[in-house]
Nanobody, 127 residues
């Protein structure tokens, strides 16, 4: 079954850290662009970070640069998002998504090709 499943969300205090994980199955993660997206209550979904199949094309939203790090483990077919120095404004449901086109790339804050989405994991940062 082709799917991505997120885990690792939870409640954390201001300034704390969390690591989100995304388990990919049914496809080879390294062959596709894959990333993290989030949607806060009452707001539109936004791209947080993305890594292309070649890993030379990586995107971070300005709001998370220097605090979040995207990485992947091709042996385990896993994607991660290390989140440090968390702020209340980082509170959102975080989604993992992949572009199933071969050798796909990231498009900055846009995500026209992301066609496989997980169900999301909730991150809550308390002040």
């Amino acid at each position: 079954q082709v799917q991505v499943v997120e885990s690792g969300g939870g409640l954390v205090q201001y300034g704390g850290s969390l690591r989100l994980s995304c388990a990919a199955s049914g496809f080879t993660l390294a062959d596709h662009a894959i990333g993290w997206f989030r949607q806060a209550p009452g707001k539109e979904r936004e791209a947080v970070s993305c890594i292309s199949s070649s890993i030379t094309n990586t995107y971070y939203a300005d709001s998370v640069k220097g605090r979040f790090t995207i990485s992947r483990d091709t042996a385990k077919n896993m994607l991660y998002l290390q989140m440090n120095s968390l702020k209340p404004e980082d509170t959102a449901v975080y989604y993992c998504a992949a572009d199933l086109s071969m050798d796909s790339r990231c498009y900055g804050p846009y995500y026209p090709g992301m066609d496989l989405w997980g169900k999301g994991t909730l991150v809550t940062v308390s002040s």
